[in-house]
T-cell receptor, first 113, second 110 residues
């Protein structure tokens, strides 16, 4: 079974731009969660989608948004990028709502200059 | 505010040693506790704990949960250099939201 895939793997953007990251979950998984990871901060939960509906949202500004498609693929968008948005963005999929066994993708390394 | 605290933040031991990693939590409406290992990029799932006192075991790794004292430990016996990683603990609340600890960075010296 193919694992969780994320594209692109690396991205360099300048302040003020916007970016869209993509996540394809494991086949059959309906839940996709997004996380931001920065050195020393651990994993910060962004949001979770299940069956195309946002079920949970972390404490991030409205510049961070996402959506999920009918095939469970998910996208995350960050508008008006700031230097502090530089991080590793991980998505994780699970069969049911997050909390059960989650499988992480390799992440997208975003650098904002 | 819900929080998960892992200790120590970092640990350096020699191959063959046994290590114990700690995860304490203050989470309203606890549902379960998860352990992950993160080597380079993606964390990989180790254990899910929901009941107190029942040890989960996988090879040299084991974990147990104490819901009365609100903590979990992850034990690794006969450590190997391949065990070097960041070990992450997360608690799931009743809304299925995960609250993550900052992780313990474990370095195993040959």
């Amino acid at each position: 079974k193919a694992g969780v895939t994320q594209t692109p793997r690396y991205l360099i953007k300048t302040r003020g731009q916007q970016v869209t990251l993509s996540c394809s979950p494991i086949s059959g998984h309906r839940s996709v969660s997004w996380y931001q990871q920065t050195p020393g901060q651990g994993l910060q939960f962004l949001f979770e989608y299940f069956s195309e509906t946002q079920r949970n949202k972390g404490n991030f500004p409205g510049r961070f948004s996402g959506r999920q498609f009918s095939n469970s693929r998910s996208e995350m968008n960050v508008s008006t990028l700031e230097l502090g948005d530089s991080a590793l963005y991980l998505c994780a999929s699970s069969f049911s709502l997050a909390g059960w066994e989650q499988y992480f993708g390799p992440g997208t390394r975003l650098t904002v200059t | 505010e819900d929080k998960v605290v892992q200790s120590p933040l970092s640990l350096v031991v020699h191959e063959g040693d046994t290590v114990t990693l700690n995860c304490s939590y203050e989470v309203t409406n606890f549902r379960s506790l998860l352990w992950y290992k993160q080597e380079k990029k993606a964390p990989t799932f180790l254990f899910m704990l929901t009941s107190s006192g029942i040890e989960k075991k996988s090879g040299r790794l084991s974990s147990i949960l104490d819901k009365k004292e609100l903590f979990s430990i992850l034990n690794i016996t006969a450590t190997q250099t391949g065990d070097s990683a960041i070990y992450l603990c997360a608690v799931v609340d009743s809304n299925y939201q995960l609250i993550w600890g900052a992780g313990t960075k474990l370095i195993i010296k040959p």
